[in-house]
């Protein structure tokens, strides 16, 4: 069974930067697009960004495009969210996400493991 842990959530000002980690395991991982996903209370779950198993293509919903950074580290099974410029509408519970298809990365409904998620909070 695949499992998410995600760290690096935290309080930050706005115009501020913070880097969120997913670390993986499970012998499959490697198989499976990775999406980050947020969620602010009140809201429905989105997807924010996501990259194919080989860490060759990104995508990323058009709210982040230029400000936040998606990375893969396949040696160390992690994946890298960088967040840069953050606004107070970037605050929610961001959750690390599995899913077979690349295409399909940004949606809820095609993952196949979630992390516990960890809270990010932009405020001054």
Not at 37 to 54: L, M, Y
Not at 65 to 88: C, H, I, W
Request: proline share 3%.
């Amino acid at each position: 069974q695949l499992q998410l842990v995600e760290s690096g959530g935290g309080l930050v000002q706005p115009g501020g930067s913070l880097r969120l980690s997913c670390v993986a395991s499970g012998p499959t991982y490697n198989y499976y697009a990775t999406g980050w996903f947020r969620q602010a209370p009140g809201k429905e779950r989105e997807g924010v960004s996501c990259i194919s198993n080989s860490g060759a293509s990104t995508n990323y919903v058009d709210s982040v495009k230029g400000r936040f950074q998606l990375s893969r580290d396949k040696a160390k099974n992690t994946v890298y969210l960088e967040m840069n410029n953050l606004k107070p509408e970037d605050t929610g519970v961001y959750y690390c996400a599995a899913s077979e298809f690349f295409s399909r990365c940004l949606s809820t409904g095609d993952v196949h493991y979630w992390g516990k998620g960890t809270l990010v909070t932009v405020s001054s």
